[in-house]
């Protein structure tokens, strides 16, 4: 069973930056891929950026070249660096993992970012 614990959520003002972790339970985290999701209140989940277990990056173009996706595969954790906030990426930030086999999802609970001055 694969579980995920977010957490590094917080309030912030525009223009500042956060750091979201994600722990991953699981022996085999190397060979799957990672990403995080948000959604906003009233609004659908949307892809922010993924990695897969070769380290290949992809990001949603309203946020590339602010947002870092990275894993540590040896600590088991998912990170995603967030520079240059702004208003409109206030949302609950949810960590996924896809199990390489049966492409599964697995989700974390969610971590809220709200960004407001």
């Known amino acids: 069973q694969v579980q995920l614990v977010e957490s590094g959520g917080d309030l912030v003002q525009p223009g500042g930056s956060l750091r979201l972790s994600c722990a991953v339970s699981g022996k085999v985290f190397s060979i799957y891929s990672v990403g995080w999701y948000r959604q906003a209140a009233g609004k659908q989940r949307e892809l922010v950026a993924t990695?897969?277990?070769?380290?290949?990056?992809n990001y949603a173009s309203s946020v590339k070249g602010r947002f870092t996706i990275s894993r540590d595969n040896a600590k088991n954790t998912v990170y995603l660096q967030m520079n240059s906030l702004k208003p409109e990426d206030t949302a609950v930030y949810y960590c996924n993992t896809v199990h390489p086999l049966t492409s599964f999802h697995y989700w974390g609970q969610g971590t809220q970012v709200t960004v407001s001055s």
């Open positions: 990695m897969s277990h070769a380290g290949t990056t």
